[in-house]
T-cell receptor, first 112, second 113 residues
Framework: QKEVEQDPGPLSVPEGAIVSLNCTYSNSAFQYFMWYRQYSRKGPELLMYTYSSGNKEDGRFTAQVDKSSKYISLFIRDSQPSDSATYLCAMSSTSGTYKYIFGTGTRLKVLA | EADIYQTPRYLVIGTGKKITLECSQTMGHDKMYWYQQDPGMELHLIHYSYGVNSTEKGDLSSESTVSRIRTEHFPLTLESARPSHTSQYLC????????????FGEGSWLTVV
């Protein structure tokens, strides 16, 4: 079983929709949670990061962490065609090691 | 915005050639990483470094080698390229005591023919 599971999609939504992207994980030691956006043939771009449980909002994006369920989410409000990309979740522990674990990514397509 | 740069962005090379993928960052980060990513697949860590003169192999076995002579520079070398090395290579960096963020370059797309 992978340490991080992420639905690969593709997920197609109409412009203006609220998008929910999710990851589940198995390692309770993970404390730091990140979301990246990756356009085709580009490197991942950091969107948001959170520590431990709770919500964090940045513009149209909200990151949510539920450590009791080992579940994290990224919500995109008022989705735009420019949001069409692959979204990767990532997580790490406080051990100070190199170990960042990435999901396989969810492909999102926002239709105009 | 991340200040991490990779060259070349795209490279097509013949089997058996030696290649070096360059990576530089201007953020003063101690930790640097190389990941390999095939289209639609997850990232696999192939090398990492905690600082100058520190290099370690990652989770995915790789025939490449790395060096870290300067903090800002972390090149990856393939001594003899093979078609199985065709992939995207992503360089990344992070601050030493920060676990919550890792920044990526734009990637180098390598095709070995």
């Amino acid at each position: 079983q992978k340490e991080v599971e992420q639905d690969p999609g593709p997920l197609s939504v109409p412009e203006g929709a609220i998008v929910s992207l999710n990851c589940t994980y198995s390692n309770s030691a993970f404390q730091y949670f990140m979301w990246y956006r990756q356009y085709s043939r580009k490197g991942p771009e950091l969107l948001m990061y959170t520590y431990s449980s709770g919500n964090k909002e940045d513009g149209r994006f909200t990151a949510q962490v539920d450590k009791s369920s080992k579940y994290i989410s990224l919500f995109i409000r008022d989705s735009q065609p420019s949001d069409s990309a692959t979204y990767l979740c990532a997580m790490s522990s406080t051990s100070g090691t190199y170990k960042y674990i990435f999901g396989t990514g969810t492909r999102l397509k926002v239709l105009a | 915005e991340a200040d991490i740069y990779q060259t070349p962005r795209y490279l097509v090379i013949g089997t058996g050639k030696k290649i070096t993928l360059e990576c530089s960052q201007t953020m003063g980060h101690d930790k640097m990483y190389w990941y390999q990513q095939d289209p639609g697949m997850e990232l696999h860590l192939i090398h990492y470094s905690y600082g100058v003169n520190s290099t370690e192999k990652g989770d995915l076995s790789s025939e490449s080698t790395v060096s870290r002579i300067r903090t800002e520079h972390f090149p990856l070398t393939l001594e003899s390229a093979r078609p199985s090395h065709t992939s995207q290579y992503l360089c990344a960096s992070s601050e030493y005591n920060r676990e919550d963020t890792i920044y990526f370059g734009e990637g180098s797309w390598l095709t070995v023919v």
